[in-house]
């Protein structure tokens, strides 16, 4: 009850080190694997990505016939998809397609995952829609460093970086452009 009123206050730290204490202590309680999920959302709620994805693995290692583990893979997701959002990032308005994407890759494989092993949970439409906007992100940065190569006058890696958009994101929006790149 400390924990769950810590995290009510949102002081993600304390509720981290007393749901950390319960697992601790009654590893094999009622309470234990609950704890592990809520371990995990308060690392994601203090904006510690690491530590969160790591949480949610260990989760779904330790217990994957769990009836909750729809929510791990889906907190994975999310995580991955938040990773890259800073507070700079928001002020600058950079592009996110201009960004590294591999946490944009890392979280659709999270939500292809709960899509694929779980259609049915409840976290599975909002999964489906992050993914579409995930394969568009990522088309759109493949087309991105295709239009740098085509700067830089270095047109067969532009028109390789394009093709490889156009064969692995076809029905992205960004194909068009990657088709004219070709």
Same mark, same amino acid.
């Given at each position: #009850?400390?924990?769950?009123?810590?995290? +009510?206050? $949102?002081?993600?730290?304390?509720?981290?080190?007393?749901?950390?204490?319960?697992?601790?202590?009654?590893? *094999?309680?009622?309470?234990?694997?609950?704890?592990?999920?809520?371990?995990?959302?308060?690392?994601?709620?203090?904006?510690?990505?690491?530590?969160?994805?790591?949480?949610?693995?260990? *989760?779904?290692?330790?217990?994957?016939?769990? =009836?909750? /583990?729809?929510?791990?893979?889906?907190?994975?997701?999310?995580? +991955? !998809?938040?990773?890259?959002? #800073?507070?700079? #990032?928001?002020?600058?308005?950079?592009? =996110?397609?201009?960004?590294?994407?591999?946490?944009?890759?890392?979280?659709?494989?999270? !939500?292809?995952?709960? /899509?694929?092993?779980?259609? +049915? #949970?409840?976290?599975?439409?909002?999964?489906?829609?992050?993914?579409?906007?995930? /394969?568009?992100?990522?088309?759109? $940065?493949? /087309?991105?460093?295709?239009?740098?190569? @085509?700067?830089?006058?270095?047109?067969?890696?532009?028109? +390789?970086?394009?093709?490889?958009?156009?064969?692995?994101?076809?029905?992205?929006?960004?194909?068009?452009?990657?088709?004219?790149? @070709?």
């Amino acid at each position: #009850s400390e924990a769950k009123d810590a995290m +009510n206050d $949102h002081n993600w730290a304390t509720a981290i080190k007393y749901f950390e204490k319960l697992e601790a202590r009654y590893p *094999f309680g009622r309470y234990a694997q609950q704890a592990q999920l809520e371990i995990a959302y308060a690392h994601y709620r203090d904006y510690d990505a690491a530590s969160a994805v790591a949480a949610c693995d260990r *989760f779904i290692k330790l217990h994957p016939n769990h =009836p909750n /583990v729809d929510y791990a893979y889906y907190l994975k997701g999310v995580v +991955n !998809f938040y990773a890259e959002e #800073s507070f700079l #990032s928001r002020i600058s308005d950079q592009d =996110p397609t201009e960004r590294d994407p591999r946490a944009a890759r890392e979280s659709f494989d999270a !939500f292809k995952e709960l /899509v694929d092993r779980f259609p +049915n #949970s409840r976290y599975a439409p909002d999964a489906v829609a992050r993914m579409k906007y995930l /394969v568009n992100g990522l088309a759109s $940065h493949e /087309v991105h460093v295709a239009r740098w190569y @085509m700067k830089r006058g270095a047109f067969v890696a532009a028109a +390789n970086r394009a093709a490889y958009a156009v064969k692995t994101y076809p029905r992205a929006p960004a194909t068009e452009e990657a088709l004219a790149i @070709m």
